[in-house]
């Protein structure tokens, strides 16, 4: 295939209708030029490649294969080497099953912990969803599958997400909603990103040109091509005008006539149409040029990568020394999860597998097990409570699995509330009663309230850990695994914490996005909120310390690179694997910001009284705000500090440094400019300062004539005087104010 060829072959008909697919999976074939279609399938955490040509919803039954953890548990891993090792073994399994392009990552932001989607994404931190999400698609595409980073952008929620609009605003926008695409672009190099069913301030995504061609080509540099969600599609001229190229599912009523008409009647450009079909065509072109026919499978290695990976994910939330579990120790499994996990969310990413692990199979002969609850029901069981306190009082230690069942989760539709059901809140606490030593296992795609914590020892969070999870959990408790995973969201102590607790899921199709850049622990550190548990916390059967902070210089300017390195040491007992995180912390800024932001992380395995030291290459981005002044980063010259932490609320190290901003805000003095904000302008600062100096110096004399406390309110009003008032308080004349701003507006 030659695309530029090919294109030049082809009608205005078969352009217009190649940009909508086949059907359901497939992109649209054009025999007499040559042209095959491709395939692309769900699957972020696992294949749901449909038996045969699939029905026109895409709901049929798919092929038995493996299900891996989902983005809720792997991006607890905070381990890039862990989303490297599943995209290597997925774009395996695509080449074996001939299969293109696979959809996924999701990256959106938890914005809120009830969205019903939360287990299919990563974080509500940008920066840790940009650097899972690029592993991922890197070690995909090394296979030759096409990567599809989804949904761009603000799908935060599932309540109206295919007809609702995001407000939000310029500088949340770019430093909360976007920094993980714009990873997964410059730095996995994506050949596809998906636009989002919503609109974003009103335009829909699938023909809005500032996100899809000024943001993602311009800025970033996209060469790849934008494929609508299914069924997104809105206006397919205006959107193949904004940058859109491919509408899925496509069809037999997909002829792209539409298209066609516009570009008869002059509406739309039929450069840009050619410039969608030639980037399909380059999609097509790579895709056979990268087609493995001799690529196998190896699914039983599949299910051992599963439960490897469920292993490094899982979270030890709390453990007051009960953890790991003796063999001479007798234990009762108790919870229908313990035989049945609830290991993977429902909707488009359902895994059909042949078998799931639960925690029962695997410690077969270790652990007695009771079922305590009805899985699918919120109503407590009588007989069943009684068996599992029981069981749980014989035993040395009780495990009870517990979590979200699959109703509470599911793409299409948000959570209610932030609760577990009622039964299982009552057994665990019936059970801790009878037990004192009672672990609490979690399964579920995000957090939920906790309202018995404070009576249980320890808290293993699985998340959503594939079909192994029972396998894997059994590895963690036994200690054959030590845990490593730390959370890549906050869990608050209820759902009224939460930031958009007020604004979501919105009214009428309509959610404003009124926290702004303060999202997940962002809000809850400058509040200095109590939380279950803080973003990054994580606990391990080993300790490990952190010494000697270096930094390669005290000060730069905001165009240099900063080297940062720390020794960590493990100065416990067993091998372990620390996360080493570092934020960075703006002590005094003109603008809102967070207290810290996570700008850098890294996972390092440590022997027993091993030490390394890691080292981290930071640019000017980890300083920098989005301004809207400017419409781009912008630094602030002043004091930066340089913290590491265990968590964002468990700081270890930290550095200062001064960093110096080059580039200034485009600055436009009028009449109605403060005194207070001249004195951020770099000429009128000292214009200012001096008036005031004199009037000062006037004034030293007089008494305090308007009671206690005036000296201060002068000096605020003073602050908040516009430049035309100083004409009325007779300071300067007319012309010497318009003289002073046109001077100012020169400089």
Known sequence: MNAQTILKQMTLEEKAAFCSGRDFWHTKAIERLGVPGVMMCDGPHGLRKQEGEGDHLGINKSIETVCYPTAAALASSFDRDVMARLGEALGQECQAESVAMLLGPGLNIKRSPLCGRNFEYFSEDPYLAGEMGAAYVNALQSKGIAACAKHFACNNQETRRMSGSSEVDERTLHEIYLPAFEAVVKKGKTRSVMCAYNGINGMFCAENKTLLHDILRDEWGYDGFVVTDWGAVKDRAKGIAAGLDLEMPGGPNATGEEIAQAVRDGSLAEADLDRAVLRLLAFVQTSLENRDPEAVIDRDACRRLARDLAGE???????????????????????????????????????????????????????????????????????????????????????????????????????????????????????????????????????????????????????????????????????????????????????????????????????????????????????????????????????????????????????????????????????GKAVVQLYVRDPESTVRRPVRELRAFEKVALAPGEIKEVSFTLDNRVFAYWEPKCHNWFVES?????????????????????????????????????????????????????????????????????????????????????????????????EQLRSLIATLNDA
């Open 638 to 734: 002043g004091e930066f500090v340089i913290e590491i932490g265990e968590s964002s609320r468990d700081i270890r190290l930290s550095r200062s440094l001064h960093v110096e901003g080059t580039t200034l805000i485009p600055f436009v003095v009028t009449e109605t400019t403060s005194i207070g904000q001249l004195l951020k302008h770099p000429k009128g600062a000292a214009i200012i300062r001096g008036m005031m100096s004199s009037s000062a110096m006037a004034h030293a004399d007089q008494t305090d004539s308007m009671g206690e406390g005036s000296e201060r309110m002068m000096q605020e009003m003073t602050l908040g005087i516009p430049l035309g008032a100083l004409v009325s308080y007779g300071r300067m004349t007319p």
């Open 313 to 575: 994910c899982a979270v030890l939330m709390k453990n007051d020394s009960i953890l790991p579990l003796r063999e001479d120790q007798t234990v009762a499994l108790i919870g229908e999860f313990a035989d049945k996990p609830r290991y993977q969310g429902a909707g488009s990413s359902h895994i059909n597998v042949s078998h799931t692990v639960g925690a029962v199979e695997a410690a077969a002969g270790k652990a007695v097990y009771a079922r305590g609850y009805d899985a699918h029901s919120e109503a407590t069981d009588p007989e069943l409570l009684k068996d599992a306190v029981t069981a749980a009082a014989a035993a040395d230690v009780a495990v009870v699995f517990a979590g979200l069942p699959d109703a509470f989760e599911t793409e299409g539709a948000d959570r209610d509330h932030m609760r577990l059901p009622n039964n299982q809140n009552e057994l665990i606490t019936a059970v801790a009663k009878s037990n004192p030593n009672t672990v609490v296992v979690l399964h579920g795609g995000s957090p939920a309230e906790l309202p018995w914590l404070e009576q249980v020892p320890a808290v293993l969070c699985m998340y959503l850990a594939g079909e192994q999870a029972g396998a894997a959990a059994v590895d963690l408790l036994w200690g054959q695994v030590n845990p490593s995973g730390h959370l890549a969201e906050t869990w608050p102590v209820r759902l009224q914490d939460n930031p958009s607790y007020l604004n979501f899921p919105g009214e009428d199709g309509v959610v404003t996005y009124a926290e702004g850049i303060y999202v997940g622990y962002r809000y809850y550190d400058k509040k200095d909120m109590p939380v279950l548990f803080p973003f990054g916390h994580g606990l391990s059967y080993t300790n490990f310390a952190y010494s000697e902070l270096k930094l390669s210089a005290e000060s730069i300017k905001d165009t240099d690179t900063l080297t940062a390195s720390v020794t960590v040491k493990n100065t416990g007992t067993r091998h």
